[in-house]
């Protein structure tokens, strides 16, 4: 089977998702055309080159509908010959894209693709696309539906992480995302995002709150106890699920869940052959990928199962990776992933996460790859495992080994 390398990953900075963010004037076109334009100049690729661009989003919806893939493509500087696909597996969406596009390589489906996704939640709320796992009453009654963040408190009870453990997780992710900008370690990968007159919009992320201590999260209400314990009583749901659990502990708020965040990346992906026909030097080979279906109610535990397959299929231990990039959805993902394989913490999240510079939905897994490459190149490792929670019950994994 043909390799399939990564020879180029890019980013949009990560901004407010709201109307004062500083990418708020862009469309998901808009940006996603910018990302695929810098791909475009920084790697040459004149004519129709690429075989496809698959392009992860979760909201589509409104401006974010239709085939969003293809209307970025028309938006950018690409041959019109090249066609796109836009996908959707909630917050994995911008990895699957990549592993997509990996696969279809490895299967001689094409020489070159261009992976990636974006999501504008500032201009495009989360939810409003209606979702049947939601709304639909037979199949929310069947899966015990519970909101994310219901799901994030039933891990920390279940595996006993306290307000203080997930607290400390997230100050730690500000601190070393403002460690990562401070020592200039996104330089390869983040765009300087310009208006149509050349001015700067955006050039680092600006969700980061570094000054963020012990003290200033514990003051903070924890965000899903309302709906929880009142109206209309989540609680009551899934302890009907786990009957086990005498109560839900209450341990996530704003400054230990993810940001809510505007931004778009994109990964190059090809064969050697297109490598050596452009001129291209490769930087890493995407050795596996995996994703799985989990118990929808607990939801969020999908890293687990994703990288245990993942290891499995690819005949890896988990001593072979070297470094990790987690979703950091909600604090008691990353902390359940760390408990269950007994990783040191210092090797997961190296520069931060999601906690800490947002998560734009649809982009995320794309980001986290990138953001995994760049740091196995500054640390000289070899091999490095990207994961993401997925709503609905799903997990993701991607393992990529430098070359």
């Known amino acids: 089977m043909t390799d399939a390398f990564i020879y180029d990953a890019v980013r949009s900075p990560r901004g407010k998702g709201r109307p004062d963010g500083s990418l708020h004037e862009l469309t998901s076109v808009a940006l996603s055309a910018k990302v695929l334009n810098a791909v475009k100049e920084r790697n040459g690729l004149d004519g129709h080159v690429i075989e496809d661009v698959i392009w992860g989003n979760v909201t589509q919806v409104g401006e974010q509908g239709g085939c969003l893939a293809r209307s970025a493509v028309l938006a950018s500087d690409l041959d019109e010959r090249i066609p796109g696909l836009a996908i959707n597996r909630f917050c994995a969406s911008g990895m699957e894209a990549v592993n997509l596009a990996a696969n279809q390589v490895k299967a001689g489906a094409g020489h070159a693709y261009i992976a990636g996704g974006v999501e504008m939640m500032g201009r495009v709320a989360m939810g409003s696309d209606g979702a049947a796992i939601a709304v639909d009453p037979g199949l929310a009654m069947k899966t015990y539906f519970v909101p994310q963040g219901i799901s994030a408190d039933i891990i920390a009870t279940e595996y006993g992480f306290t307000r203080d453990m997930a607290d400390a997780l997230a100050v730690e992710s500000q601190r070393r995302a403002a460690q990562a900008w401070a020592e200039n370690r996104f330089a390869n990968s983040v765009l300087t995002i310009r208006d149509q007159n050349g001015l700067t919009i955006l050039d680092r992320d600006e969700y980061m709150r570094p000054g963020t201590d012990m003290q200033t999260l514990g003051a903070l209400k924890p965000a899903f106890k309302d709906m929880g314990e009142g109206n209309p009583g989540f609680d009551k749901v899934a302890m009907l699920k786990y009957p086990h659990l005498e109560r839900i502990d209450h341990i996530h708020h704003a400054g230990n869940s993810s940001g809510i965040v505007d931004g778009a990346a994109a990964v190059l992906i090809g064969d050697a052959e297109f490598g050596r026909a452009h001129g291209l030097k490769p930087r890493a080979r995407i ?8 118990d ?6 999908g890293p687990v199962p994703a990288t245990q397959k993942i290891l499995h299929d690819s005949g890896l231990t988990i001593g072979d990776i070297d470094l ?11 902390l359940r992933f760390q408990q269950a394989f007994d990783v040191n913490p210092s090797l ?22 990138g953001t995994l490459l760049d740091e196995l190149e500054r640390q000289d490792k070899a091999m490095g495992l990207a994961t993401l929670c997925i709503a609905s019950g799903m997990g993701a994994a991607t393992i990529i080994e430098r070359v």
Do not use: C, Q, W
């Not at 929808?296 to 535990?301: D, E, K, S, V």
């Open 287 to 294: 050795r596996a990928t995996a994703k799985i279906g989990t």
């Open 324 to 334: 990790f990039e987690v979703n950091e959805a909600f604090a008691s993902v990353v």
């Open 296 to 301: 929808p109610t607990i939801m969020l535990t």
């Open 348 to 369: 997961v999240n190296v520069n931060g996460g999601s906690i800490a510079m947002g998560h734009p939905l649809g982009a995320t897994g794309a980001i986290i790859i």
